[in-house]
């Protein structure tokens, strides 16, 4: 296995089928996927089961599927679980609302070929957004993103990933200590990229992009849910005193 693909989910049976039928679109065969299912009160893990149990889909790739259970909530604390039964080189990250491009991991693949590139990332697209707020969400991505990626490194303050669009070389993942569980769900990006960034490169990739859903903002007001992340995200990147695990 050169890929283990986790995808936590919580009460996504809308969405995870689409997540799984666009991963298997991949034009490469060597990854794995992981979906945790954390504590869904719909039919999540009965449709991810339905893919890990052989569900034929024509003309999609038969990778290993599989399926289990997270009880304690939090998106770190599923891609932990995900994690310990991960066998691939690099982990990546998916959400259960994204819809990767056939190319995804290959990109992915040519960037890690630089050794010191220790975890990578890109914008998101949104799917179920209109023109307007979609293409000024990608040129702040490409243009604001990418640039602080790079000038927090360069200070070694921190650095950018976008979660459900994220890799990690498993080695490196391991030796920081995996996901954060103490973290729910805002800050889990910026904790883990800064953690990462600590042991070698964090690329933000402009063209390595995801398509995703932008209910987030559509559920909870575009500028409180962009304010959410924005306070995180100083508070992930600047908070020296911010809890930090060490497993063995």
């Not at 990933?161 to 994220?166: A, L, M, Q």
């Amino acid at each position: 296995m050169k890929f283990s693909v986790i995808i936590p989910a919580h009460d996504e049976e809308q969405y995870i089928g689409k997540a799984l039928e666009t991963i298997m679109e991949q034009d490469r065969d060597d990854f794995e996927v992981i979906v945790v299912d954390n504590n869904s009160t719909d039919k999540t893990y009965d449709v991810a089961n339905e893919f890990a149990s052989g569900l034929e889909i024509s003309g999609k790739l038969r990778v290993p599927i599989t399926v289990m259970r997270e009880s304690q909530r939090g998106t770190m604390a599923a891609c932990e679980r995900g994690r310990s039964v991960a066998r691939g080189d690099i982990i990546a990250r998916l959400d259960a609302d994204c819809r990767p491009d056939a190319e995804w991991l290959s990109k992915a693949m040519a960037l890690f070929a630089d050794d010191k590139v220790v975890a990578v990332s890109g914008p998101y697209a949104f799917y179920d957004s209109s023109k307007y707020f979609n293409a000024s969400k990608i040129w702040q991505q490409k243009y604001i993103l990418a640039t602080l990626n790079v000038v927090l490194q360069w200070f070694h303050v921190s650095a950018i990933t976008n979660g459900g669009n994220s890799m990690f070389r498993a080695a490196i993942l391991q030796k920081i200590g995996g996901f954060d569980t103490s973290i729910s769900f805002y800050g889990d990006d910026t904790n883990i990229a800064r953690r990462m960034a600590r042991e070698g490169k964090v690329i933000f990739d402009r063209d390595l992009i995801m398509q995703t859903s932008a209910r987030r903002f559509q559920g909870g007001g575009r500028i409180r849910t962009q304010a959410m992340y924005i306070y995180h995200f100083l508070k992930q990147s600047f908070n020296r005193d911010h809890h930090e695990i060490h497993h063995q």
